[in-house]
């Protein structure tokens, strides 16, 4: 995507694009300060795994090839990201320099009760009284679509477990 999308197409156009919905590969996120103003370290590591190379390649291939087929090939004048031929080496070397995040990060703060867990099943975080993670980064794995409805259920659900707490707290122990 040109500019991430964040800027304005030079003219009028199409995208079309291949987009690897379940990463093998693992990235991480460090701390380096305890300031909360502090940016953390972020390494995606992409393709780290081999198939999600070879994912992305056949995704690509499929794309251009779709792109090659009229109606669409006809109205086509020029390619403005993409590889330089359907060769591999070609495709490898353009899905390496134009791959970016799709803004759906998930999973850098483990739900569990071992060592690495970093939130508890109720979203609070271990050793932090009164602070719960109520967001994507619980989620052990990128769902296949968007992130937003999975989000809204754990927070829907982050709502329920302090609801619970608050009326515990207040003594009550009916409904």
Request: aromatic share 2%; net charge negative.
């Amino acid at each position: 995507m040109l500019e991430e999308g964040l800027a304005p197409a030079p003219g009028h156009g199409i995208s079309l694009a291949a987009c690897l919905l379940k990463p093998l590969s693992r990235g991480r996120l460090t701390l380096l300060s305890p300031d909360p103003t502090a940016k953390p370290f972020i390494v995606h590591n992409y393709y780290e795994h081999p198939d999600d190379l070879h994912s992305m390649v056949a995704g690509v291939r499929t794309a251009m090839e779709i792109a090659a087929t009229d109606p669409l090939a006809s109205r086509i004048t020029e390619q403005l990201i993409g590889p330089a031929s359907l060769r591999d080496e070609d495709i490898v070397a353009s899905v390496r320099a134009n791959s970016q995040t799709t803004y759906h990060p998930v999973g850098s703060c483990k739900m569990g009760i071992d060592e690495l867990a970093v939130v508890d099943p109720q979203l609070c975080v271990h050793g932090v009284a009164g602070l719960r993670v109520v967001d994507a980064s619980v989620m052990p794995a990128v769902p296949r679509g968007n992130t937003n409805a999975p989000t809204i259920a754990i927070a829907e659900k982050a709502a329920d477990l302090i609801r619970e707490a608050a009326r515990i707290r207040a003594g009550g122990l009916g409904s």
